[in-house]
């Protein structure tokens, strides 16, 4: 698994965007790591707390594939507010 980064192009990245529009991000799987694509990982390893460098390295690939596969979601997550009804 390589890393990833802006100006990468492939399949390798087509099947990251493709996962990160499962997880809720507005982005196209295009095969072109772009703004789009940079901006969604620089969220995902903030939200989990990985170093946020915005490279799709082994470890932050990992990531995205595991969520994709729980079903975890940008649009349900950002619903849930500490302290409301939804935490």
Request: proline share 2%.
């Amino acid at each position: 698994m390589s890393t990833l980064q802006k100006g990468s192009k492939g399949e390798e990245v087509t099947a990251l965007q493709n996962n990160l529009k499962k997880l809720g991000f507005s982005i196209d799987a295009d095969g072109i790591f772009g703004d789009k694509t940079y901006n969604s990982i620089i969220t995902l390893q903030t939200i989990f707390g990985y170093d946020v460098d915005g490279l799709a390295g082994p470890a932050t690939q990992k990531l995205v594939e595991q969520q994709a596969g729980y079903g975890w979601n940008l649009v349900a997550a950002r619903k849930v507010v500490p302290g409301t009804a939804g935490s």
